[in-house]
């Protein structure tokens, strides 16, 4: 009886898989994968021929907009040290994340806009980054200038204000590096106190030449320029931390000596209250 019924199940087995079934099924879909492939090549083939390498695209102009530190024959010069130049190879092929990439790795480059105008242009738009302060270091008496992101610039850049104040006494300044952002907190510190300057209403009054950075006291003492109540190289002293109070005391300090035509030869703002002030 089992005998039987094994049987049985073999010839059910036998009748719902007949030979040949999975031969029918690879012949029914061979032609269509076939057709599927042969379309992917000529789409491949379409792309590669009538667009990445046609030479309606030819690249024959490359047009940038020369900044202070960077000229068209510069940019240009690095382009083709990547193998890219006018009349050689098509716009479609162009490597625009490389380019990119290449051209933020020089220390004034802040951001670059590259766009393909077709048929045959490339556009390359240059914004350099706009130092902030000169940084005199103690260490091989070497000089840096710094962005306000702390992104440390060449000293011999062209365009640098004549007005940037010097940033003098850096402690470990022999980690500074030409291309790199500083973790300095020293230095961050003097940056905190440029932007408060730059975005606070009174901050135009002070006008910074020097700054000193006292690490024992954990202060910037800062000689001013002559604007205002401020005498030719008035001394400001004001804390690395809890910097906003201490310039809300000095812009009321300024108020009050604007009213009653006092000058001010020097001011130490990191006391809380009785601030010491020279005219």
């Not at 106190?193 to 202060?219: C, K, V, W």
């Not at 020097?266 to 809380?272: M, S």
Request: no cysteine; glycine share 6%; hydrophobic share 40%.
């Amino acid at each position: 009886m089992v005998k039987k019924k094994e049987k049985l199940l073999t010839e059910a087995m036998a009748e719902k898989n007949p030979p040949g079934f999975f031969l029918k099924v690879i012949l029914r879909f061979t032609p269509l994968g076939l057709a599927i492939i042969l379309v992917l090549l000529s789409l491949w083939f379409l792309h590669q021929t009538l667009y990445l390498h046609n030479q309606f695209f030819t690249l024959k102009k490359i047009e940038t907009a020369a900044t202070n530190n960077f000229t068209e024959l510069r940019i240009k010069t690095i382009l083709s040290e990547m193998g890219i130049e006018e009349n050689k190879g098509t716009l479609p092929s162009l490597p625009l994340a490389s380019i990119r990439e290449r051209l933020l790795r020089e220390p004034m480059v802040g951001d670059v806009a590259i766009r393909r105008i077709f048929p045959d242009k490339l556009k390359i738009n240059i914004s350099e980054r706009l130092p902030v302060a000169i940084l005199q270091s103690n260490y091989q008496g070497r000089e840096y200038t710094i962005d306000r992101n702390g992104m440390v610039l060449p000293g011999d850049a062209h365009g640098i204000s004549q007005k940037l104040p010097i940033i003098i006494a850096i402690p470990n300044a022999y980690a500074l590096h030409i291309g790199e952002r500083t973790n300095n907190r020293w230095l961050l510190g003097v940056l905190n106190f440029l932007d408060h300057l730059a975005t606070r209403p009174d901050g135009s009054l002070y006008e910074p030449r020097l700054i000193r950075i006292n690490q024992s006291s954990n202060q910037l003492h800062i000689q001013l320029n002559a604007k205002g109540v401020f005498k030719q190289g008035a001394n400001l002293i004001v804390p690395l931390e809890n910097l906003g109070p201490a310039l809300d005391r000095l812009r009321d300090i300024v108020r009050s000596r604007t009213e009653s035509r006092q000058t001010i030869s020097h001011v130490d703002v990191t006391y809380e209250h009785k601030v010491p002030v020279r005219p």
